[in-house]
């Protein structure tokens, strides 16, 4: 069966932090299937400090070589300002928006003993002020052409977790939340909110020494498959008119692309008209934490009252 080609022809996709890693190839992949690319990259070290503006125009002189079309921009995402004026950029120079990538990111490691809150303060400033920002300044012209695709970048760390990033894990574990509301906040208007976890070699990763993260006697197993390229055609999927779901969180490793979920587990029923005892909790605690007697994946939070609702028979 041959596959019709997923293009982005007269589409306008703004890819934050697209200087290299990820955004990089997202930003080279959109524009080879011609797409309009604002390719926004601050240019800092990988803890967030400094700027450049040499890493964003190196890919858009990349794409424009190939035939392509890019615009470079080197603003802060942590900044509102800033944030305006990537969007900004995206209508003077294209005339519309169509999707967000949100994936500009900066990295802390080190235990959490070592970790301060400036490090934590500068994480979330990034990830999920970055991606709260430039969604915010996208969504009113997403709203007025009908709708628009945002994919948010969280990770494994913030979902799963992972030693020595209790900082990062932090933030991308809000920036699945905040995908989660703006997928809810965003069907009335054809917004459609998707995040991905990747796992690549890339600029960010290179700088953990072997086992700083724990002991992952996996990954070397899954060799070159952590090449950015086996994350990108996820990202390009969700950017695109082609995706049709909202509301979900993708993980990419080794070749295989899944989706990830939040359930809640069947648990057990106590009584409805006294609130349980800590004895109770403790009775119960096998039936609460058993997930192979059946889960649910709630919508929202409306929708895990709904399960809980149904389930009693109301
Ligand atoms: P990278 O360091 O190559 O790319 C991140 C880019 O974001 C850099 O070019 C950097 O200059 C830019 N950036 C940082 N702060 C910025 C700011 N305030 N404004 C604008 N641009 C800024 O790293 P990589 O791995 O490509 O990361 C891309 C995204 O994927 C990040 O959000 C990262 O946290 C996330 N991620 C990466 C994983 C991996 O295995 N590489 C795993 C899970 C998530």
């Not at 699945?176 to 998707?194: D, K, P, S």
């Not at 899954?222 to 082609?242: C, I, K, M, R, V």
């Amino acid at each position: 069966m041959t596959q019709a080609r997923i293009e982005f022809t007269n589409q306008t996709v703004i890819v934050t932090g697209a200087g290299s890693g990820l955004g990089r190839t997202y930003a080279l992949e959109i524009a080879r299937r011609g797409g309009n690319v604002v390719v926004n990259d601050l240019g800092g070290s990988v803890a967030g400090q400094g700027a450049s503006p040499d890493s964003a125009n190196a890919v858009v002189e990349e794409i424009r070589r190939a035939g392509g079309k890019a615009v470079a921009n080197g603003d802060d995402v942590a900044s509102p300002a800033g944030a305006r004026r990537i969007v900004e950029c995206a209508l003077d120079s294209f005339g519309r928006l169509d999707a967000v990538i949100n994936n500009a990111g900066n990295m802390r490691a080190g235990t959490f003993e070592t970790l301060t809150f400036d490090d934590l303060n500068s994480l979330l400033a990034v990830h999920v002020g970055g991606a709260f920002n430039v969604t915010q300044a996208a969504w009113p012209h997403l709203v007025a052409r009908g709708g628009g695709r945002v994919v948010f970048t969280s990770s494994g760390a913030g979902i799963f977790g992972v030693e020595n990033l209790s900082a990062y894990g932090a933030a991308k574990g809000a920036v699945a939340g905040l995908m989660h509301v703006l997928a809810l906040e965003g069907a009335r208007h054809g917004i459609l909110c998707n995040a991905i976890l990747p796992n690549a070699g890339t600029r960010m990763t290179s700088i953990f020494k072997p086992g700083a993260l724990g002991e992952n006697p996996w990954a070397a197993k899954l060799g070159s498959t952590f090449a950015p390229e086996f994350t990108t055609a996820l990202t390009l999927y969700l950017a695109s008119t082609a995706c049709h779901d909202s509301h979900g969180i993708y993980s990419a490793v080794g070749g295989r692309v899944a989706r990830a979920f939040i359930g809640v587990a069947n648990g057990w029923q106590g009584s409805r008209e006294v609130p349980p005892t800590v004895e109770d909790i403790a009775a119960h605690w096998q039936a609460i934490r058993d997930d192979s007697k059946g889960y649910a994946i709630p919508a929202s939070l409306a929708d895990e009252n709904r399960v809980v609702v149904e389930a009693l028979g109301l």
